[in-house]
Protein backbone atom coordinates (compact mmCIF):
# COMPACT_ATOMS: atom_id res chain seq x y z
CA UNK A 1 0.00 0.00 0.00
CA UNK A 2 0.95 3.57 0.01
CA UNK A 3 2.90 5.29 2.64
CA UNK A 4 0.87 6.49 5.41
CA UNK A 5 1.23 9.62 8.15
CA UNK A 6 0.84 7.87 11.68
CA UNK A 7 -2.65 10.39 11.86
CA UNK A 8 -3.84 8.46 8.76
CA UNK A 9 -2.52 5.11 10.28
CA UNK A 10 -4.77 6.60 13.62
CA UNK A 11 -7.97 7.31 12.06
CA UNK A 12 -7.82 3.86 10.17
CA UNK A 13 -7.27 1.66 13.29
CA UNK A 14 -9.81 3.73 15.47
CA UNK A 15 -12.23 2.76 12.86
CA UNK A 16 -11.52 -1.02 13.17
CA UNK A 17 -11.34 -1.63 16.67
CA UNK A 18 -9.37 -5.14 17.01
CA UNK A 19 -7.76 -5.02 13.61
CA UNK A 20 -4.01 -4.49 12.66
CA UNK A 21 -2.79 -2.32 10.47
CA UNK A 22 0.36 -3.20 8.69
CA UNK A 23 2.51 -0.77 5.99
CA UNK A 24 3.86 -2.95 3.36
CA UNK A 25 5.61 -1.93 0.23
CA UNK A 26 3.72 -2.90 -3.01
CA UNK A 27 7.01 -3.19 -5.37
CA UNK A 28 8.39 -5.67 -2.78
CA UNK A 29 5.08 -7.10 -1.44
CA UNK A 30 5.27 -9.34 2.06
CA UNK A 31 4.18 -12.58 0.91
CA UNK A 32 3.46 -13.71 4.74
CA UNK A 33 2.19 -11.11 5.67
CA UNK A 34 -0.66 -10.32 3.01
CA UNK A 35 -1.44 -14.58 3.14
CA UNK A 36 -2.78 -13.40 6.83
CA UNK A 37 -5.11 -10.11 6.08
CA UNK A 38 -8.76 -10.00 6.12
CA UNK A 39 -8.61 -6.59 4.24
CA UNK A 40 -5.84 -5.23 1.56
CA UNK A 41 -5.77 -1.85 0.99
CA UNK A 42 -4.06 -1.30 -2.49
CA UNK A 43 -2.61 -4.20 -4.71
CA UNK A 44 0.57 -5.37 -5.47
CA UNK A 45 1.80 -7.51 -8.72
CA UNK A 46 2.66 -10.87 -7.98
CA UNK A 47 0.07 -11.21 -5.05
CA UNK A 48 -2.63 -13.20 -6.35
CA UNK A 49 -1.45 -16.59 -5.70
CA UNK A 50 -0.78 -15.99 -2.22
CA UNK A 51 -4.12 -13.91 -1.11
CA UNK A 52 -6.73 -16.04 -3.56
CA UNK A 53 -5.11 -19.24 -2.47
CA UNK A 54 -7.97 -21.76 -1.22
CA UNK A 55 -8.45 -21.14 2.61
CA UNK A 56 -6.79 -17.71 2.15
CA UNK A 57 -8.75 -15.30 5.16
CA UNK A 58 -9.19 -12.39 2.32
CA UNK A 59 -12.45 -10.76 2.12
CA UNK A 60 -12.12 -7.47 0.95
CA UNK A 61 -9.93 -5.44 -1.22
CA UNK A 62 -9.87 -1.70 -1.27
CA UNK A 63 -7.90 -0.55 -4.44
CA UNK A 64 -5.64 2.94 -4.46
CA UNK A 65 -7.00 3.96 -7.80
CA UNK A 66 -10.49 3.78 -9.44
CA UNK A 67 -9.70 2.09 -12.24
CA UNK A 68 -9.57 -2.11 -11.53
CA UNK A 69 -8.88 -3.30 -14.80
CA UNK A 70 -5.33 -4.77 -14.27
CA UNK A 71 -6.83 -6.88 -11.05
CA UNK A 72 -7.15 -10.25 -11.70
CA UNK A 73 -11.14 -9.71 -11.79
CA UNK A 74 -12.35 -12.78 -12.81
CA UNK A 75 -10.57 -14.72 -9.92
CA UNK A 76 -11.66 -12.05 -7.41
CA UNK A 77 -15.21 -12.83 -7.98
CA UNK A 78 -14.65 -16.63 -8.08
CA UNK A 79 -13.30 -16.22 -4.56
CA UNK A 80 -16.33 -13.54 -3.67
CA UNK A 81 -14.32 -11.16 -2.46
CA UNK A 82 -15.70 -7.78 -1.94
CA UNK A 83 -13.76 -5.29 -4.23
CA UNK A 84 -13.85 -1.46 -3.32
CA UNK A 85 -12.36 1.29 -6.04
CA UNK A 86 -11.15 4.64 -5.35
CA UNK A 87 -13.75 6.78 -7.64
CA UNK A 88 -14.91 9.94 -6.08
CA UNK A 89 -11.48 11.51 -4.73
CA UNK A 90 -10.10 12.18 -7.82
CA UNK A 91 -13.15 14.50 -9.06
CA UNK A 92 -11.91 17.95 -7.89
CA UNK A 93 -8.25 17.86 -9.10
CA UNK A 94 -9.01 16.17 -12.26
CA UNK A 95 -11.87 18.34 -12.97
CA UNK A 96 -9.31 21.14 -12.54
CA UNK A 97 -6.82 19.61 -15.52
CA UNK A 98 -9.89 18.58 -17.50
CA UNK A 99 -11.28 22.67 -17.05
CA UNK A 100 -7.42 23.74 -17.48
CA UNK A 101 -7.62 22.20 -20.86
CA UNK A 102 -10.51 23.47 -22.46
CA UNK A 103 -8.96 27.20 -21.13
CA UNK A 104 -6.03 26.70 -23.00
CA UNK A 105 -7.46 25.61 -25.79
CA UNK A 106 -10.09 28.04 -26.45
CA UNK A 107 -7.77 30.93 -24.71
CA UNK A 108 -4.55 29.42 -27.16
CA UNK A 109 -2.44 29.33 -23.82
CA UNK A 110 -0.78 25.99 -25.19
CA UNK A 111 1.03 28.06 -28.07
CA UNK A 112 1.64 30.93 -25.73
CA UNK A 113 4.01 29.14 -23.63
CA UNK A 114 5.70 27.67 -26.91
CA UNK A 115 5.91 30.86 -27.79
CA UNK A 116 7.52 32.34 -24.81
CA UNK A 117 10.03 29.81 -24.41
CA UNK A 118 10.79 31.32 -28.63
CA UNK A 119 10.84 35.21 -26.92
CA UNK A 120 8.04 35.43 -29.65
CA UNK A 121 5.52 38.47 -29.17
CA UNK A 122 2.42 36.63 -31.33
CA UNK A 123 -0.79 35.74 -31.24
CA UNK A 124 -3.51 34.96 -34.44
CA UNK A 125 -6.10 36.66 -32.79
CA UNK A 126 -8.09 32.97 -32.59
CA UNK A 127 -9.01 33.54 -29.02
CA UNK A 128 -12.51 32.62 -27.82
CA UNK A 129 -14.07 31.66 -24.93
CA UNK A 130 -15.77 28.86 -22.56
CA UNK A 131 -19.25 31.30 -22.60
CA UNK A 132 -22.24 29.19 -24.81
CA UNK A 133 -19.89 26.29 -25.56
CA UNK A 134 -21.30 23.11 -25.27
CA UNK A 135 -19.11 20.21 -22.80
CA UNK A 136 -20.62 16.13 -23.88
CA UNK A 137 -18.80 14.37 -20.96
CA UNK A 138 -18.95 10.60 -21.43
CA UNK A 139 -19.19 9.49 -17.55
CA UNK A 140 -21.89 11.36 -15.62
CA UNK A 141 -19.78 10.14 -12.47
CA UNK A 142 -18.26 12.28 -9.43
CA UNK A 143 -15.59 13.38 -12.04
CA UNK A 144 -18.44 13.74 -14.96
CA UNK A 145 -20.49 15.24 -12.52
CA UNK A 146 -17.93 17.83 -11.02
CA UNK A 147 -16.64 18.67 -14.40
CA UNK A 148 -20.82 19.67 -15.49
CA UNK A 149 -20.36 22.08 -12.32
CA UNK A 150 -17.89 23.75 -12.89
CA UNK A 151 -18.65 23.99 -16.57
CA UNK A 152 -21.85 25.87 -15.71
CA UNK A 153 -19.68 28.39 -13.95
CA UNK A 154 -18.49 28.98 -17.30
CA UNK A 155 -22.39 29.54 -18.82
CA UNK A 156 -21.95 26.34 -20.73
CA UNK A 157 -24.27 23.89 -22.11
CA UNK A 158 -23.61 20.29 -20.89
CA UNK A 159 -24.23 16.73 -22.22
CA UNK A 160 -24.08 13.75 -20.43
CA UNK A 161 -22.84 10.20 -21.57
CA UNK A 162 -24.00 6.81 -19.25
CA UNK A 163 -25.20 3.62 -19.51
CA UNK A 164 -28.86 4.36 -18.05
CA UNK A 165 -28.86 7.80 -19.31
CA UNK A 166 -30.67 8.90 -16.26
CA UNK A 167 -30.78 12.32 -15.31
CA UNK A 168 -27.69 13.71 -13.11
CA UNK A 169 -27.66 17.73 -11.89
CA UNK A 170 -25.59 19.59 -13.79
CA UNK A 171 -26.29 18.23 -16.85
CA UNK A 172 -28.88 19.74 -19.26
CA UNK A 173 -29.93 16.21 -20.79
CA UNK A 174 -27.96 12.58 -20.27
CA UNK A 175 -27.63 10.16 -23.51
CA UNK A 176 -27.38 6.42 -23.30
CA UNK A 177 -23.68 5.39 -24.41
CA UNK A 178 -25.89 3.94 -27.56
CA UNK A 179 -26.49 7.53 -28.64
CA UNK A 180 -22.61 8.83 -28.14
CA UNK A 181 -22.46 9.53 -32.06
CA UNK A 182 -26.01 11.70 -31.57
CA UNK A 183 -23.83 13.40 -28.81
CA UNK A 184 -21.34 14.04 -30.22
CA UNK A 185 -22.60 16.26 -32.92
CA UNK A 186 -23.27 18.79 -30.25
CA UNK A 187 -19.87 18.99 -28.51
CA UNK A 188 -17.31 21.49 -28.73
CA UNK A 189 -15.89 19.45 -26.15
CA UNK A 190 -15.89 15.85 -26.35
CA UNK A 191 -14.64 14.69 -22.78
CA UNK A 192 -14.25 11.10 -21.97
CA UNK A 193 -13.98 10.20 -18.46
CA UNK A 194 -14.99 6.99 -18.51
CA UNK A 195 -13.17 3.75 -17.44
CA UNK A 196 -11.58 0.36 -19.52
CA UNK A 197 -13.97 -2.33 -19.59
CA UNK A 198 -15.14 -4.69 -22.57
CA UNK A 199 -17.48 -1.95 -23.65
CA UNK A 200 -15.87 1.07 -23.50
CA UNK A 201 -12.25 -0.04 -25.20
CA UNK A 202 -11.63 1.76 -28.18
CA UNK A 203 -14.95 3.71 -28.05
CA UNK A 204 -13.74 6.75 -29.37
CA UNK A 205 -13.05 5.90 -32.83
CA UNK A 206 -13.16 7.28 -36.31
CA UNK A 207 -17.38 7.49 -36.37
CA UNK A 208 -17.36 9.41 -33.48
CA UNK A 209 -14.65 11.64 -33.98
CA UNK A 210 -15.92 12.45 -36.89
CA UNK A 211 -19.72 13.10 -35.68
CA UNK A 212 -18.40 16.07 -33.80
CA UNK A 213 -18.58 19.59 -35.42
CA UNK A 214 -15.65 20.17 -37.12
CA UNK A 215 -12.79 22.05 -34.77
CA UNK A 216 -13.96 20.59 -32.07
CA UNK A 217 -11.82 19.72 -29.10
CA UNK A 218 -11.49 16.00 -27.48
CA UNK A 219 -10.05 15.74 -23.71
CA UNK A 220 -9.19 12.03 -22.42
CA UNK A 221 -8.55 11.72 -18.59
CA UNK A 222 -10.31 7.80 -18.49
CA UNK A 223 -8.25 5.47 -19.80
CA UNK A 224 -6.01 5.26 -22.47
CA UNK A 225 -7.36 2.22 -24.36
CA UNK A 226 -10.84 3.55 -24.69
CA UNK A 227 -9.24 5.77 -27.51
CA UNK A 228 -8.41 4.61 -31.34
CA UNK A 229 -5.23 6.43 -31.24
CA UNK A 230 -4.67 6.19 -34.68
CA UNK A 231 -8.24 7.37 -35.31
CA UNK A 232 -7.24 10.55 -33.13
CA UNK A 233 -4.21 11.30 -34.93
CA UNK A 234 -6.01 10.93 -38.43
CA UNK A 235 -9.04 13.38 -37.07
CA UNK A 236 -6.50 15.81 -35.60
CA UNK A 237 -4.34 15.51 -38.41
CA UNK A 238 -7.26 16.35 -41.01
CA UNK A 239 -8.41 19.47 -38.83
CA UNK A 240 -11.68 17.54 -37.77
CA UNK A 241 -10.99 18.07 -34.70
CA UNK A 242 -8.76 20.88 -33.62
CA UNK A 243 -6.69 19.65 -30.42
CA UNK A 244 -6.35 17.00 -27.87
CA UNK A 245 -5.60 17.06 -24.22
CA UNK A 246 -4.79 13.60 -23.11
CA UNK A 247 -3.59 12.50 -19.74
CA UNK A 248 -3.34 8.91 -20.60
CA UNK A 249 -2.51 6.92 -23.27
CA UNK A 250 -2.20 3.31 -25.17
CA UNK A 251 0.39 2.54 -23.90
CA UNK A 252 1.81 3.95 -21.04
CA UNK A 253 4.16 5.74 -20.41
CA UNK A 254 3.72 7.37 -24.26
CA UNK A 255 6.88 5.95 -25.78
CA UNK A 256 9.25 8.96 -27.37
CA UNK A 257 9.50 8.46 -30.48
CA UNK A 258 5.07 8.50 -30.66
CA UNK A 259 3.81 11.20 -33.20
CA UNK A 260 1.41 12.63 -30.32
CA UNK A 261 4.43 14.13 -28.96
CA UNK A 262 5.02 16.54 -32.02
CA UNK A 263 1.80 17.55 -32.39
CA UNK A 264 1.32 21.33 -31.33
CA UNK A 265 -2.57 20.99 -30.83
CA UNK A 266 -2.20 18.71 -28.44
CA UNK A 267 -1.82 19.21 -24.62
CA UNK A 268 0.18 15.83 -22.82
CA UNK A 269 0.12 14.99 -19.13
CA UNK A 270 1.47 12.16 -17.47
CA UNK A 271 -1.08 9.96 -16.29
CA UNK A 272 -1.39 12.48 -13.65
CA UNK A 273 -4.58 13.76 -13.68
CA UNK A 274 -5.48 12.79 -10.64
CA UNK A 275 -2.33 13.23 -8.58
CA UNK A 276 -3.17 15.32 -5.11
CA UNK A 277 -1.35 16.07 -2.09
CA UNK A 278 -4.68 15.21 -0.85
CA UNK A 279 -5.14 12.11 -1.98
CA UNK A 280 -4.35 9.89 0.86
CA UNK A 281 -6.84 11.58 3.35
CA UNK A 282 -9.26 11.21 0.65
CA UNK A 283 -8.47 7.36 0.68
CA UNK A 284 -8.33 6.98 4.40
CA UNK A 285 -11.70 9.23 4.42
CA UNK A 286 -13.20 6.67 1.67
CA UNK A 287 -11.74 3.73 3.40
CA UNK A 288 -12.73 4.39 7.09
CA UNK A 289 -16.43 4.89 6.06
CA UNK A 290 -16.13 1.79 4.72
CA UNK A 291 -14.56 -0.12 7.42
CA UNK A 292 -16.83 0.99 9.56
CA UNK A 293 -19.91 -0.37 6.95
CA UNK A 294 -18.07 -3.93 6.49
CA UNK A 295 -17.84 -4.19 10.37
CA UNK A 296 -21.96 -3.09 10.78
CA UNK A 297 -22.86 -4.93 7.79
CA UNK A 298 -21.02 -7.21 6.55
CA UNK A 299 -19.98 -5.38 2.98
CA UNK A 300 -18.50 -1.65 2.61
CA UNK A 301 -21.11 1.04 1.70
CA UNK A 302 -19.56 3.14 -0.94
CA UNK A 303 -18.09 1.80 -4.64
CA UNK A 304 -18.07 -1.48 -3.91
CA UNK A 305 -17.24 -2.82 -7.83
CA UNK A 306 -19.92 -4.27 -10.05
CA UNK A 307 -18.00 -7.30 -11.46
CA UNK A 308 -20.29 -7.90 -14.60
CA UNK A 309 -19.58 -3.93 -15.44
CA UNK A 310 -16.24 -4.05 -14.32
CA UNK A 311 -16.46 -1.11 -12.40
Known sequence: MQPLTSQQQETILAAAPGYTLTLGNAKSPDLDQLARAEIIIGWGKG?????????????????????????????????????????????????AVIIGFMLMFTRNLHTAVRNQLERKWHSDGKE????????????TGSIGS???????????KTIGISRSGSEVDGFDKVYTTARLLEA??????????????DETRGLFNT??????????????????????????????NSGQL?????????????PSEHPLWGMEQVIITPHCAGTTDRYADRIVELFTGNVQAYL??????????????QY
Open 47 to 95: IADTVLQPGSPLRWVQTWSAGVEKLPLGRLEERGILLTNASGVHAEPIT
Open 242 to 254: SGAGLDVFDPEPL
Open 207 to 236: DVFNACPKGAYYINIGRGATTDTEALMTAL
Open 296 to 309: KDGQPSRNLVDYSR
Open 146 to 156: ETARIAKAFRM
Open 128 to 139: SELTGKTAVIAG
Open 184 to 197: AESADFLINTLPLT
